[in-house]
């Protein structure tokens, strides 16, 4: 399975960004597909995630509201629309493929990072006061 991510900048607080995640090879013993981050000297968190069908999304709850994972399933393609971002989203955004242990361990708000495989080679992503 390979990622390819796209779509980081820099922008300023309030300001929105959309990220893309294009996947291929052999995804079909997944569940969907999540986005996570990490900023310097940090652990790396779960953003957001969404089924392959389209029918089941989960965010963090520090981007509920702001933040709207969707999907091209034809295209195994996933997108992260990000609004009024703020300073503390600065982090590299990382996309990767959710395995059926990831989902269904996790909860709506959260999924772990540890049962995952296959990432994308992140994108950065920079929000200025």
């Known amino acids: 399975v390979q990622l390819q991510a796209s779509g980081g900048g820099l922008v300023q607080a309030g300001g929105y960004l959309r990220l893309s995640c294009a996947a291929s090879?052999?995804?079909?013993?997944?569940?969907?597909m999540g986005w996570y981050r990490q900023d310097t000297g940090k652990e790396r968190e779960f953003v957001a995630a969404?089924?392959?069908?389209?029918?089941?999304?989960r965010y963090a709850d520090s981007v509920k509201g702001r933040f709207t994972i969707s999907g091209d399933n034809a295209k195994k393609t996933v997108y992260l629309r990000m609004n009024s971002l703020k300073p503390e989203d600065t982090a590299v955004y990382y996309c990767?493929?959710?395995?059926?242990?990831?989902?269904?361990?996790?909860?709506?708000?959260?999924?772990?990072?540890?049962?995952?495989?296959?990432w994308g080679e992140g994108t950065q992503v920079t929000v200025s006061s």
């Open positions: 969404i089924s392959w069908s389209g029918t089941t999304t």
């Open positions: 090879g052999r995804t079909f013993s997944s569940v969907g």
């Open positions: 990767a493929v959710v395995p059926p242990s990831t989902w269904y361990s996790g909860s709506p708000t959260a999924l772990s990072d540890a049962g995952i495989h296959y």
